[in-house]
């Protein structure tokens, strides 16, 4: 099945070095290896019969390469959102020029202040999001983010976060019903009626997998989750994410598929 026809990338820039990080993964990210790391992510999109366009680096903002926190692309209507995180909040006009390729002014939609959203807190199911509410996303950025989804047809739930940064580290929809879970997603209540694989504790890191028409990209490195997802019966892509790793960046952060 094919769903997405463009993906929108940005190239890492210098500064990722100083991009905000938990710690959880340490050590600061090489940045040679990361510009290699991100063509083989390119490569491995492209192999997923999408369109790829890829922004340059902006220097002016160390986390930039994380694409999906400051815009959600549906097939409706595009929302630039507002990042929670302060140094991420210049990202909206650079992301929102490139939006202009692909929407039309009127379809294009944004979370004001106080509200904040960040697109790493928002996982599509078909017509149905989730949005987690974390320290990134607050409850008015939810509530703005609802009424928007729903001009267009679209439902939304809210998924409260306990631990981890956003909504998709610990959650990933691979379509056809079939969803990654891990740590605090495992048992809720919200994803009962989902085919889950619980991902193991020490691999909890690859439940940030992505489908891309009908192919699974999954990071380098987690044996568990591979096999998993090839047992579902998906042709899956391996990337290696270690250098993003280290900002709490996963596969679906660096990407915006639409
Ligand atoms: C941040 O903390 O904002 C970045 N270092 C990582 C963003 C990861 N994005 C995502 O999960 N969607």
Wanted: proline share 5%; glycine share 6%.
């Amino acid at each position: 099945m094919k769903r997405f026809t463009n993906v929108i990338v940005r190239r890492p820039c210098r500064a990722m070095t100083e991009g905000i990080t938990s710690g959880l993964y340490p050590g600061k990210p090489d940045y040679a290896l990361a510009l290699i790391q991100h063509d083989a992510y390119i490569d491995a999109l492209k192999k997923c019969q999408v369109n790829v366009t890829v922004l340059p680096a902006d220097e002016e903002f160390p986390d930039s390469c994380f694409v999906e926190d400051p815009a959600v692309l549906t097939e409706r209507c595009a929302i630039i959102t507002n990042p929670g995180a302060a140094s991420r909040k210049g990202e909206i006009l650079s992301i929102k020029e490139a939006v202009r390729n692909f929407y039309p002014e009127d379809r294009i939609e944004q979370i004001m202040s106080p509200g904040t959203l960040e697109g790493g807190d928002v996982m599509m199911c078909r017509d149905h999001f989730f949005v987690g509410r974390s320290e990134r996303t607050n409850e008015e950025g939810i509530s703005q983010f609802t009424r928007i989804l729903k001009k267009y047809g679209y439902s939304c739930s809210e998924v409260k976060l306990e631990e981890v940064l956003h909504l998709k580290t610990g959650v990933n929809y691979l379509e056809q019903n079939n969803l990654l879970v891990s740590g605090e997603f495992t048992d809720k209540e919200e994803f009962s009626s989902f085919n889950r694989y619980v991902i193991p504790e020490d691999e909890a890191y690859a439940a940030n997998c992505i489908w891309v028409n009908d192919k699974v990209i999954v990071p380098e490195g987690y044996p568990a989750v591979l096999e998993a997802v090839k047992a579902m019966g998906y042709e899956t892509i391996l990337v290696d994410t270690s250098e993003f790793r280290k900002l709490d960046g996963g596969l679906s952060c660096l990407s915006l598929r639409f």
